[in-house]
């Protein structure tokens, strides 16, 4: 704006407003001018910390920690020569801790982050029992999972920063389905007590062959076992033995949720992870 155009607006602004205007421009050279450069540290100082406090929400790091996982199993398989890293009777553990970006408004865990953090453990579970054969990418891979369903259950909150690790394990199957459960619990409050258990999930899964003639093809469970190298004889004998076709690898009593008192779910309360995987989970 020319000089001249900007004395006409000052000679016509009404005297209060000038003196005014002029107040505001002293003040900013002052006070606020010297004192740029350290606001605009603490600003960046202050993004910064945000970013930390929210780093597992920061595109591609989902991504980057199911990588990480991954490439594990794929290393273990190099170095010990075998497909798979544990046993269908073994359980997978994963451990994790709250972060701010996994709060809800009652600023404890989510009930989304519960599903979010499973999708690790459930991960972590499959490929761990199948190897790099169902590595997307993969050379040797010949089979997909696909996660068919899943239910939770919570009983204890987990707070801000406490760490917790979820324990899944192999709970039944049939010639579509195989059922896994996720078990979450936090550390115990003192030396020598016990962890606190603080939710119960199961996912239900399908494999199928990834390419070839059969591709999308559905995988029995055990066949898909024997692919990658696992005795299965035990399994079978089991299967054969069950009486619907739905195996269950555990007691009923163990997968009583009656035993628990406080489920948010009061149908739960009064079942067990075996009933639903037969009234729901397992159906087509």
Not at 26 to 51: C, D, G, N
Not at 91 to 118: A, M, P, Q
Not at 170 to 195: C, D
Not at 212 to 232: C, Q, R, Y
Request: aromatic letters at 12%; one cysteine or more; glycine letters at 6%.
């Amino acid at each position: 704006m020319p000089p001249s155009t900007m004395n006409k607006i000052l000679l016509a602004m009404p005297s209060p407003m000038l003196q005014y205007s002029a107040n505001l421009i002293s003040f900013y050279f002052q006070h606020v001018r010297p004192h740029q450069a350290m606001v605009r540290k603490h600003v960046r100082r202050f993004i910064l910390l945000v970013f930390l406090l929210n780093f597992k929400s920061i595109p591609g790091v989902f991504h980057a920690k199911m990588g990480l996982r991954i490439a594990a199993v794929q290393l273990y398989s190099i170095r010990h020569g075998k497909g798979f890293r544990i046993k269908p009777t073994d359980t997978s553990i994963v451990r994790e801790r709250v972060w701010v970006d996994d709060l809800d408004l009652n600023f404890h865990f989510s009930n989304s982050s519960y599903g979010k953090n499973c999708d690790y453990a459930r991960v972590k579970y499959v490929t761990s029992l199948l190897g790099p054969s169902v590595l997307p990418l993969h050379p040797m891979r010949k089979i997909a999972f696909a996660l068919g369903g899943n239910q939770m259950w919570f009983k204890k909150e987990i707070t801000l920063f406490q760490s917790y690790e979820i324990r899944t394990r192999l709970l039944t199957w049939n010639q579509k389905w195989f059922v896994i459960e996720h078990r979450m619990y936090t550390p115990a409050s003192s030396r020598g007590g016990q962890q606190t258990l603080c939710a119960i999930g199961i996912s239900k899964f399908v494999l199928k062959y990834a390419g070839g003639s059969w591709k999308n093809k559905t995988i029995p469970f055990l066949d898909a076992l024997e692919m990658v190298g696992h005795d299965v004889s035990e399994l079978r004998a089991l299967e054969g033995r069950s009486e619907n076709g739905n195996v269950v690898l555990w007691p009923k009593e163990e997968l009583e949720f009656k035993s628990f008192e406080g489920w948010t779910d009061r149908a739960a309360a009064v079942g067990n992870a075996l009933e639903l995987c037969e009234t729901m989970l397992l159906q087509d």
